[in-house]
């Protein structure tokens, strides 16, 4: 997904683990990148129901009052943020009659708050779910290719925004989200 993402042109992947090995990160540099994007995406596994420990370091660095939120925090507004997640567990897992008893959405509601807060648009999380088993039986080349549709739509201003906002979760869904061009 990560390779996915990194050719997709107007797409800057940044590998935080490789970029702070040692979780110094630079504030400064990271708000500067966060103010010439329109969107921010998170791409993680799910690590305990969240994103794994740099993210949080991340969030609670680089999000200050004052930039990201507060009276004077204006500088993500009106950006669109989204969860692009890989879990163990099977999408089943994720419902109310499933083992977690809550879908994925529900239960990354400290992203959803966040983006709130800091006045972005939420979008549903994308996910593989069973990120384990994916290559044998045969989900991941789909995956990555509608991660590939979903980014270059959000590059060119095609993504449903209302739509993705919305829906619990993108998966399969992702093909009614994206605009398709005129006389397409
Ligand atoms: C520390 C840790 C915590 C995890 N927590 C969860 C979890 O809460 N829910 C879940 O479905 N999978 C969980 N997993 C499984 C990972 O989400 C899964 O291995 C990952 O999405 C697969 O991507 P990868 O091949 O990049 O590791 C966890 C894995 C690790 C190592």
């Given at each position: 997904?990560?390779?996915?993402?990194?050719?997709?042109?107007?797409v800057?992947?940044?590998?935080?683990?490789?970029?702070?090995?040692?979780?110094?990160?630079?504030?400064?540099?990271?708000q500067?990148?966060?103010v010439?994007?329109?969107v921010?995406?998170f791409?993680?596994?799910?690590?305990?129901?969240?994103?794994?420990?740099?993210?949080?370091?991340?969030?609670?660095?680089?999000?200050?009052?004052?930039?990201?939120?507060?009276?004077?925090?204006?500088?993500?507004?009106?950006?669109?943020?989204?969860?692009?997640?890989?879990?163990?567990?099977?999408?089943?897992a994720?419902?109310?009659?499933?083992?977690?008893?809550?879908d994925?959405?529900?239960?990354?509601?400290?992203?959803?708050?966040?983006?709130?807060?800091?006045?972005?648009?939420?979008?549903?999380?994308?996910v593989?779910?069973?990120?384990?088993?994916?290559?044998?039986?045969?989900?991941?080349?789909v995956h990555r290719?509608?991660?590939?549709?979903?980014?270059?739509?959000?590059?060119?201003g095609?993504?449903?925004?209302?739509?993705?906002?919305?829906?619990?979760?993108?998966?399969?869904v992702l093909?009614?989200?994206?605009?398709?061009?005129?006389?397409?």
């Open positions: 997904m990560f390779e996915t993402a990194q050719a997709v042109q107007g800057t992947a940044v590998d935080l683990y490789a970029r702070y090995p040692d979780f110094n990160i630079d504030v400064d540099a990271e500067a990148q966060l010439e994007h329109d921010i995406i791409q993680h596994p799910l690590y305990w129901y969240s994103a794994p420990s740099i993210m949080k370091e991340w969030q609670d660095l680089v999000l200050e009052y004052g930039f990201a939120y507060g009276q004077h925090g204006h500088e993500l507004d009106d950006k669109v943020f989204m969860n692009a997640v890989t879990t163990g567990a099977k999408h089943a994720y419902s109310e009659e499933g083992m977690n008893h809550a994925l959405r529900s239960l990354l509601a400290p992203f959803e708050k966040t983006a709130d807060l800091c006045r972005m648009k939420y979008l549903a999380p994308f593989l779910f069973g990120a384990g088993r994916a290559v044998e039986e045969g989900r991941l080349d290719n509608a991660y590939d549709d979903l980014l270059k739509a959000l590059v060119a095609r993504l449903d925004l209302e739509q993705a906002a919305r829906t619990d979760v993108m998966t399969d093909d009614d989200f994206i605009l398709k061009a005129e006389g397409v």
